[in-house]
């Protein structure tokens, strides 16, 4: 099968070799010809996936339309704040009329809070879509360490399609219909990375981080039920799963964010040190504190991210205030 990946990231350059291994023949894509052109000579992406070779039959193509024609499925790996602009270029490029549209981005638009694939019916209007989501980082992926995933679609054979074209001995992939829920956990769960990665730049404990990922996987599947998801989401890989790896591993962007502004430096010069390289958390925060508000749902976590992020709360009064907010019961008292 052709497939496409939009957008040389780390994570497109691991799914692509993925790909490569499992036999398709395959093309990426990205949105700076000198760059890619340096990966065609070099034969590795130093900038977004270091140390790894590209696969020998991967093809890189800096002209859009070539890089789409005849694909079966186009995966879009760019982060979610260039994805409009993407799917805006992708529009006017010809393609097969029954393509899947992968949504592999993990966030949501700032301004209009959008889901990825509320973005992409936006744009180009009503496609066969799934999302491909779970605890994976590019990475280890990249290295064959086995990993599982899940992806999501409102059509059943699309999600197959997808199951079928990535499951491999290193790479298990589940299906599942919720869309939304899928989306929501794979986003939000970056905002609480960066929170993760505050109590590590603080040097808090154990206790503190399992606290705020238990606490706040109940935070995410609140916020994602309100918005549509199915609440057992937040307790599968796109849920939990991707929570944990991100709260714990050493790979975690959003993590390392966080944990640079724990030990007290300033975002802008944290992300200036990062280059081209994502975190989406940062902006995640943001969406994600606006559809709390919209829904009425009460989002301690996130509130105080957001606060931290955006209107120069001092993490440590944040951490006070999350342990010294009213007493309440974990659970709800069974009447019966
Ligand atoms: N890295 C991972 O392990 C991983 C795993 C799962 C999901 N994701 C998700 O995949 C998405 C892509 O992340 P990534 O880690 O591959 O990205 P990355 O940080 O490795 O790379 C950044 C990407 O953004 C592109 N870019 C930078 N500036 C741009 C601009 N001005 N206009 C358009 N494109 C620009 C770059 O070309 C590159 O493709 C994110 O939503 C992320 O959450 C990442
Ligand atoms: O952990 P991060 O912040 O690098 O995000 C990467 C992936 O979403 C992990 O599944």
């Known amino acids: 099968m052709k497939i496409t990946v939009l957008s040389d990231g780390g994570w497109g350059t691991a799914l692509a070799s993925v790909l490569c291994d499992n036999g398709h023949a395959v093309t990426l894509w990205g949105p700076f010809p000198d760059y890619l052109e340096e990966m065609r000579r070099t034969r590795r992406n130093e900038r977004f996936l270091k140390g790894i070779e590209l696969p020998p039959a991967l093809v890189l193509e800096a002209d859009l339309a070539k890089a789409c024609a005849g694909s079966s499925i186009l995966v879009l790996a760019a982060p979610s704040q260039f994805m409009r602009g993407m799917l805006t270029k992708l529009r006017d490029v010809p393609r ?33 879509y799934a999302i491909l989501s779970g605890p994976s980082h590019a990475e280890e992926v990249a290295r064959r360490v086995p990993t599982a995933v899940m992806t999501a679609s409102k059509d059943a054979e699309a999600a197959m399609t997808v199951q079928s074209v990535f499951m491999n001995q290193y790479l298990r992939v589940y299906t599942s219909d919720d869309v939304v829920g899928a989306e929501l956990g794979g986003s939000l769960k970056n905002v609480l990375a960066l929170a993760a990665g505050v109590l590590d730049g603080m040097g808090m404990g154990d206790n503190t981080k399992a606290a705020l990922m238990t606490r706040g996987i109940a935070e995410m599947a609140r916020l994602g039920e309100a918005l549509g998801g199915r609440h057992e989401t937040f307790s599968g890989l796109s849920g939990i799963g991707d929570l944990i790896v991100t709260c714990s591993s050493r790979h975690s962007r959003n993590r390392h964010v966080g944990e640079e502004l724990g030990k007290g430096r300033k975002l802008e010069e944290i992300q200036r040190e990062m280059g081209m390289v994502v975190a989406e958390g940062v902006k995640t925060a943001d969406s994600a504190y606006q559809l709390a508000r919209r829904t009425n749902v009460v ?38």
């Open 96 to 128: 097969e009329s029954d393509v899947i549209y992968l949504n592999v981005a993990k966030g949501i638009e700032t301004d209009t809070c959008k889901r990825m694939s509320e973005l992409v019916a936006e744009i180009l209007g009503s496609v066969r």
């Open 299 to 336: 989002t301690p976590i996130i509130d105080e991210v957001y606060t931290s992020l955006y209107q120069g709360k001092d993490p440590r009064q944040a951490v006070r205030d999350l342990m010294l907010r009213d007493p309440k019961p974990e659970l709800p008292r069974r009447t019966a």
